[in-house]
């Protein structure tokens, strides 16, 4: 069912990104070959951008694909690895979890402005963040879980990675 649903992701991730270069090879063709520069490619190019990004780490990257800074963190014993990894995922939890409200009442709050050439209002533009906040919950609330159990991500038994069992 996971990897049902992670390759629908990967789909609608590369359907944003093939939007995205369509759109601005035609930027390229309106403002340099017709010399009728035209400002809804750029505004959907950086719409599908914001969107692409968000949802490829989301719903897309596993875990083990998240960018590490693991000079220290490798040479360590796995118990204190392992340590790190459940305060570094619980901090994460907790701060997105307290951001939530805010971030909330933002995109909301955003309702009253819209996009200069398509006129889609900002908070569905910025909904997909609140997306991402929630997703990230999930996944480090994962990792921490998985932690405690002696688990770790370079183990490969991590939410939504395939279920490896190395």
Same mark, same amino acid.
């Given at each position: @069912? ?14 944003? @990104?093939?939007? @995205? ?14 010399? #009728? !520069?035209?400002? #809804? ?13 968000? #949802? ?20 360590? !014993? ?22 939530? !409200?805010?971030? #909330? ?15 889609? !209002? ?45």
């Amino acid at each position: @069912m996971i990897a049902a649903l992670r390759r629908g992701a990967e789909a609608v991730l590369v359907g944003m @990104m093939a939007v @995205m270069f369509i759109a601005f090879i035609l930027q390229v063709v309106f403002r340099y070959v017709l010399n #009728w !520069p035209v400002g #809804w490619t750029d505004e959907l190019c950086t719409l599908v951008w914001l969107w692409g990004i968000l #949802w490829g780490a989301s719903f897309v990257m596993t875990n083990r694909e998240d960018i590490r800074f693991d000079m220290l963190y490798s040479h360590l !014993p796995r118990g204190v690895r392992r340590g790190f990894t459940l305060l570094g995922s619980g901090c994460a939890v907790a701060l997105l979890l307290v951001s939530l !409200p805010a971030t #909330w009442s933002y995109v909301t709050f955003m309702k009253v402005e819209s996009t200069a050439n398509f006129g889609i !209002p900002f908070n569905w533009v910025f909904s997909i963040y609140v997306v991402f906040v929630l997703a990230m919950s999930v996944r480090h609330a994962g990792i921490a879980w998985d932690a405690l159990r002696g688990r770790l991500v370079e183990d490969g038994h991590m939410l939504g990675d395939g279920g490896s069992t190395t």
